[in-house]
């Protein structure tokens, strides 16, 4: 079974500075099966980015994804008061259907 | 407008039964595989369970293999959840979502119904 980490656990930075957020696989992942989601309290998740690097529609081109093999990247250029919130990686699987990382809270610092 | 409307979560005893149902409009819902994610207080997003486009295929987590089990009525535009058995750690809120053609990712969610099983 393939495990996604996620890391930082938390991530504390101010509105207008640059989040880096990682998504570790524990074994080779295929691009076209990563996604990313926000999350906030009280909403249902957000789809943000698909196949590691495409974002969805009505996604500000703030964000963006990179990444292959075991190690992607969802990167917010310049933060925005409304970004704080918690997010997660997602992987497909043939045989193990989706996992989900156990997510990132980004706070504001 | 694509809308995914989750409905029956309640407050439910150990060992009891509860049935989820996702209404679905604004889409051809009969060309989407359709899903359940939940997420206990507290923790992260758990993928639950899928069923695809016309219903003959369905996954589980083991977590919930026997007794959760996915449906479709594509003549209703919706998705059921049927959980069996249900157990303190099935405390969640639970949401539908649905996948695109050929992506395996989802890009719309139901707002969530809420599943409390305590005696």
């Known amino acids: 079974e393939i495990v996604l980490t996620q890391s930082p656990g938390t991530l504390s930075l101010s509105p207008g500075e640059r989040a880096t957020l990682s998504c570790r696989a524990s074994q080779s992942v295929s691009s076209s099966y990563l996604a990313w989601y926000q999350h906030k309290p009280g909403q249902a998740p957000r789809l943000l980015i698909f196949g590691a690097s495409n974002r969805a529609t009505g996604i500000p081109d703030r964000f963006s994804g990179s990444g292959s093999g075991t190690d992607f990247t969802l990167t917010i250029s310049r933060l925005e008061p409304e970004d704080f919130a918690v997010y997660y990686c997602?992987?497909?699987?043939?045989?193990?259907?989706?996992?989900f990382g156990q997510g990132t809270k980004l706070e504001i610092k | 407008e694509v809308q995914l409307v989750d409905s029956g979560g309640d407050l439910v005893q150990p060992g009891g039964s509860l049935r989820l149902s996702c209404a679905a409009s604004g889409f051809t819902f009969n060309t989407h595989s359709m899903h359940w994610v939940r997420q206990a207080p507290g923790k992260g997003l758990e993928y639950v369970s899928a069923?695809?486009?016309?219903?003959?295929?369905?996954f589980y987590a083991d977590s919930v293999k026997g007794r959760f089990t996915i449906s479709r009525d594509n003549s209703r535009n919706t998705v059921y959840l049927q959980m069996a058995n249900l157990r303190a750690e099935d405390t969640a809120m639970y949401y539908c979502?649905?996948?695109?053609?050929?992506?395996?990712?989802?890009?719309?969610w139901g707002q969530g119904t809420p599943v409390t099983v305590s005696s």
């Open positions: 979502a649905r996948s695109e053609p050929g992506r395996f990712s989802f890009d719309y």
């Open positions: 997602q992987k497909y699987g043939t045989s193990t259907g989706y996992t």
């Open positions: 069923i695809n486009s016309n219903g003959d295929t369905t």
